[in-house]
């Protein structure tokens, strides 16, 4: 096995990973094992493997010849975006303990994570304006399309079994950190299915 193929493998690696921290994060809050701001702060260090992640990636798309100068915009901006949520969410989380609850800077604290989370939808919406290529911008719509109807279904279902008191209540920033694991999902997806199909890489 060279180098190239050992390097392609490890994108799964890292999103698996990924995926696993975020759920059993999900769990042990739901359950009440950990409280606020544990949970921002341990997904805010879970991000951190979006970097392995992404440039594990983007060597696997670079061994194929399938790397767009959109592409290589999209993942600056992401990562930075990504950065900047982690950084947000340890330093919102960390500061509340500090901050008296009738103080305004407790809105500029939940507002703060928000504005790098729309960051990365900005860089994903710039990205698939500026791509060039119509299949690599179709295997973007396809993935995302999976992140969003990931959010809706498990967001419509838990909130009818929230109704009927079936299931506890979970906190709705939950949003954005299950539409970026359904965008992994939705990327390894249209990967298996361009390999099942035989398309050309």
């Not at 359950?31 to 970097?51: K, R, S, Y």
């Not at 990562?79 to 340890?90: C, D, E, F, R």
């Not at 305004?104 to 290529?133: H, K, T, V």
């Not at 299931?167 to 539409?179: D, G, S, T």
Request: aromatic share 10%; charged share 15%.
């Amino acid at each position: 096995m060279d180098n190239a193929t050992r390097r392609g493998a490890k994108p799964g690696l890292w999103a698996g990973m990924f995926a696993a921290n975020m759920a059993l994060i999900f769990v042990l809050s739901i359950t009440g094992a950990l409280e606020q701001p544990i949970p921002l702060i341990l997904i805010a260090l879970n991000c951190v493997l979006l970097v392995p992640m992404v440039k594990a990636a983007m060597q696997r798309m670079e061994d194929r010849g399938a790397v767009t100068t959109a592409v290589r915009r999209y993942n600056r901006r992401f990562l930075g975006a990504s950065a900047l949520y982690a950084i947000a969410m340890i330093a919102a989380g960390a500061a509340t303990n500090y901050i008296p609850d009738a103080s305004p800077l407790i809105w500029a604290l939940a507002i703060l994570p928000m504005l790098p989370a729309f960051g990365m939808i900005w860089a994903m919406m710039r990205y698939l304006a500026e791509e060039a290529d119509e299949y690599q911008r179709h295997r973007a719509v396809q993935a995302s399309m999976v992140g969003l109807a990931l959010v809706l279904v498990i967001g419509t279902g838990w909130g009818f079994l929230e109704t009927f008191g079936l299931v506890p209540h979970i906190w709705a920033w939950w949003v954005f950190p299950a539409w970026a694991m359904g965008l992994g999902v939705g990327m390894a997806w249209t990967e298996f299915r361009q390999r099942d199909a035989g398309e050309p890489q």
